[in-house]
């Protein structure tokens, strides 16, 4: 099994360009959720989704959009690219977004110059 | 405040050393707690579900204290292996996880 798959690995933007990072996974995982990671600040949830057609906002979501149309994919888009989005993103899964262990991708280094 | 809160140390611990770590937490309601480890540049890894009553895997304790709204992690002979960042993650709502900002651990030979 491929597990969770993030496509880029990294990225380059210009302010104000839009882009969308990929997420699939192939474990039939109920629950998606993105979060990126700065130095000192963990990571923050932007947004999950607990199933195919439901998602909600976590704790930082402004700036991004995402929509789950299969439980397969969970894209994550930025629509106007600003350097404060200069991160590193994960996309994790489980089976239940409950107790069940989160299961991240290798994560996607983006720069906003 | 932060929903979850960790002392994002580092920790520099000879081998062979026991440390502990702990996480507070703001919201009373929440429903499950774990511990992650990432190593550098890595994503995070489950390492232990924490339980009311306390557990522990090998070397690894983890305790939850709902009253005092805090939980820890105990690392009993630490090996050079240890090293990483260990990141504390309380579930606050349905699908909603909520990551610390991690405690590093640098174990020294």
């Known amino acids: 099994n491929a597990g969770v798959t993030q496509t880029p690995k990294f990225q380059v933007l210009k302010t104000g360009q839009s882009m969308t990072l990929q997420c699939a996974q192939d474990m039939n995982h109920e629950y998606m959720s993105w979060y990126r990671q700065d130095p000192g600040m963990g990571l923050r949830l932007i947004h999950y989704?607990?199933?195919?057609?439901?998602?909600d906002q976590g704790e930082v979501p402004n700036g991004y959009n995402v929509s789950r149309s299969t439980t397969e994919d969970f894209p994550l888009r930025l629509l106007s690219a600003a350097p404060s989005q200069t991160s590193v993103y994960f996309c994790?899964?489980?089976?239940?977004?409950?107790?069940?262990?989160?299961?991240f991708g290798n994560g996607t280094r983006l720069t906003v110059t | 405040r932060k929903e979850v809160e960790q002392d994002p140390g580092p920790f520099n611990v000879p081998e062979g050393a026991t440390v502990a770590f702990n996480c507070t937490y703001s919201n009373s309601a929440s429903q499950s707690f774990f511990w992650y480890r990432q190593d550098c540049r890595k994503e995070p890894k489950l390492l232990m579900s924490?339980?009311?009553s306390g557990n522990e895997d090998g070397r690894f304790t983890a305790q939850l204290n709902r009253a005092s709204q805090y939980i820890s992690l105990l690392i009993r002979d630490s090996k050079l292996s240890d090293s990483a960042t260990y990141l504390c993650?309380?579930?606050?709502?349905?699908?909603?996880?909520?990551f610390g900002q991690g405690t590093t651990l640098q174990v020294k030979p």
């Open positions: 989704s607990v199933g195919a057609g439901i998602t």
């Open positions: 993650v309380v579930k606050i709502a349905p699908g909603k996880l909520i």
């Open positions: 924490v339980y009311s």
């Open positions: 994790a899964s489980s089976y239940d977004g409950n107790n069940s262990p989160l299961h």
